[in-house]
């Protein structure tokens, strides 16, 4: 595995998704509400998503020039996801939240990684 992305583009295209998600989820619209409720994830705590997922998409486009930090940070947003499909498996949230956003961007995650750090 490299440390460095080879093409980089995925990982860019996947920060610019991660960057949309986070602004989107400043003020959620009616389809992250629900997602948010169908887990059970306490409304106090939904800026910490917004933090967490602008942390990634900057690790992601810095990991873009620093070899090592894109790596960790693909990792780590395949980690979030695969938490998220947890979430909503515990909570048999099993709606097209699940089906579209969480397990859309758990294989837009895995496909940029593979592509970036693959063999």
């Known amino acids: 595995m490299t440390l460095s992305p080879d093409p980089w583009w995925p990982q860019a295209v996947l920060a610019a998704v991660l960057a949309g998600d986070a602004l989107l989820s400043v003020r959620p619209p009616a389809f992250v509400r629900t997602c948010?409720?169908?887990v059970g994830f306490p409304e106090d705590w939904w800026w910490?998503?917004?933090v967490i997922k602008l942390?990634?998409?900057a690790g992601?486009?810095?990991?873009?020039?620093?070899?090592?930090?894109?790596?960790?940070a693909a990792a780590g947003v395949v980690c979030y996801f695969l938490a998220a499909s947890y979430a909503h498996l515990r909570a048999r949230f099993l709606r097209t939240e699940f089906w579209v956003?969480?397990?859309?961007?758990?294989?837009?995650?895995?496909?940029?990684?593979?592509?970036?750090?693959?063999p």
């Open 36 to 38: 948010l409720h169908g």
């Open 48 to 50: 910490s998503l917004v």
């Open 55 to 57: 942390l990634a998409a």
């Open 60 to 72: 992601l486009v810095a990991g873009i020039f620093v070899d090592g930090v894109g790596a960790a």
């Open 101 to 118: 956003n969480c397990l859309g961007m758990l294989a837009l995650s895995l496909a940029a990684s593979a592509l970036s750090y693959g």
